[in-house]
T-cell receptor
Framework: DQQVKQNSPSLSVQEGRISILNCDYT??????FLWYKKYPAEGPTFLIS?????DKNEDGRFTVFLNKSAKHLSLHIVPSQPGDSAVYFC????????????FGTGTKLQVIP | ETGVTQTPRHLVMGMTNKKSLKCEQH?????MYWYKQSAKKPLELMFV???????ENNSVPSRFSPECPNSSHLFLHLHTLQPEDSALYLC?????????????FGPGTRLTVT
């Protein structure tokens, strides 16, 4: 049973427009959420995170929104650039001491020039 | 070398072979991880080590045997694997095991079991 779900395996967006990647989770014990980005032939790299005490976290062109009641988070990329084309993984964990990080299956984003 | 390195990058082995995957982190981190990524599946955590002690063994078959001789090196010893073990094996490290300790990943070893 997947506790972190990314229901869109792929997404295409025009350069300069907004990219919105979605993620849903089922475990109510999750209270820390992360996004990782992966290029081909490379390992995932950490992009941005959010704690459940917030509903928004912004870092440059990247913003993560958290809706705890809906158990939903989203990553917004504005404006999208061709270099953003990659696979994006949503991940979640509990907090306090060691907590296993649970990953989604990823969404492949293609930004079209 | 910087970051997290993994060798080899590609490995083809028969079901009766014994091989090892190597991971080295150059970040001064205290925790290291092995993950398995199969096609269209989420990353699956296999093992976690903190200061060379195993803190998680995620119901992994005994044909996978980890070894962490020091906080910079992590090995995954493989023997009598099955074709379904073919996958991308990713190593990661983090400063600690706390919630804010983001993991840094290596590029992975693409393993094919024939």
């Amino acid at each position: 049973d997947q506790q972190v779900k990314q229901n869109s395996p792929s997404l295409s967006v025009q350069e300069g427009r907004i990219s919105i990647l979605n993620c849903d989770y089922t475990n109510s014990m999750f209270d820390y959420f992360l996004w990782y980005k992966k290029y081909p032939a490379e390992g995932p790299t950490f992009l941005i995170s959010i704690s459940s005490i917030k509903d928004k976290n912004e870092d440059g062109r990247f913003t993560v929104f958290l809706n705890k009641s809906a158990k939903h988070l989203s990553l917004h990329i504005v404006p999208s650039q061709p270099g953003d084309s990659a696979v994006y993984f949503c991940a979640a964990s509990g907090s306090g001491g060691y907590q296993k990080v649970t990953f989604g299956t990823g969404t492949k984003l293609q930004v079209i020039p | 070398e910087t970051g997290v390195t993994q060798t080899p990058r590609h490995l083809v082995m028969g079901m009766t072979n014994k091989k090892s995957l190597k991971c080295e982190q150059h970040l001064g981190h205290n925790a290291m991880y092995w993950y398995k990524q199969s096609a269209k599946k989420p990353l699956e955590l296999m093992f976690v080590y903190s200061l060379e002690e195993r803190v998680e063994n995620n119901s992994v078959p005994s044909r996978f045997s980890p070894e962490c001789p020091n906080s910079s090196h992590l090995f995954l010893h493989l023997h009598t694997l099955q074709p379904e073990d073919s996958a991308l094996y990713l190593c990661a490290s983090s400063q600690g095991l706390g919630t804010g300790d983001e993991q840094y990943f290596g590029p992975g070893t693409r393993l094919t079991v024939t």
